[in-house]
């Protein structure tokens, strides 16, 4: 039975695990906030993965989809985003597979540039350009170490996470992190005038149609 709906505004402070008790109890506009909550980092997962935009924003929506359908099965013995890490992870994953003739080793890629906020425009362009060299070079990494220096290094989780998401040993995603880092060259970073952070930015724009295509979906 469907209960009345909190207000989106009042509800935005809460844990995620208190959000999922929301949305199972029938609160179902809720689970907006755990889209707009968890968007930038579940495209960085999908993109690491698929490694061009084409399929990410519907890998996401089947991805958040899934996640809804599922919902009742989050035990809570796992952060919330380490649960929905996962379940996008498989979505790329199952994607990637479908694809895979596409993605030999030394495939140019073709990158969207991120969206940048410097006031002049000769500089916004400079490192702009800088910035998609940084994301190419991210790119070429092989599978196994672009997951996880996007994991470790661009969106800051833990070692122990990590290997979660990944079903790896803790060891074996410090192995990889540091081979990943060897191959980025250090000069980049000094030349590209941006930090890895800003890589692979997922902007309001995409954020808001993944959002109104999960919301259509299930509301």
Not at 162 to 191: F, I, P, Q, W
């Amino acid at each position: 039975m469907t209960t009345e709906a909190a207000p989106i505004a009042t509800s935005e402070q809460l844990p995620d695990e208190d959000v999922v008790t929301r949305v199972t109890a029938g609160d179902t506009a809720l689970f907006e906030i755990l889209m707009r909550r968890h968007n930038q980092r579940m495209y960085r997962m999908a993109r690491a993965i698929l490694r061009v935009d084409d399929e990410v924003e519907d890998v996401l929506q089947q991805a958040y989809f899934n996640a809804y359908q599922h919902l009742d099965q989050f035990s809570g013995e796992s952060q919330f985003s380490t649960w929905l890490t996962r379940i996008v992870l498989n979505e790329a994953l199952g994607r990637r597979r479908k694809r895979a003739p596409l993605f030999a080793e030394g495939e140019e890629v073709m990158l969207n540039l991120v969206d940048n906020k410097i006031r002049d425009p000769e500089q916004q362009a400079a490192s702009s350009e800088l910035r998609s060299v940084l994301e190419s070079e991210v790119s070429s990494l092989p599978d196994s170490f672009r997951v996880v220096f996007i994991m470790r290094d661009v969106e800051g989780l833990s070692t122990a996470e990590t290997a979660t998401c990944l079903g790896v040993s803790e060891d074996l995603v410090k192995t990889r992190l540091h081979r990943a880092r060897t191959m980025l060259r250090d000069n980049l970073y000094r030349r590209a005038g941006v930090t890895v952070d800003s890589i692979f930015a997922f902007g309001n724009a995409r954020c808001d149609r993944v959002v109104a295509a999960v919301m259509q979906r299930i509301l």
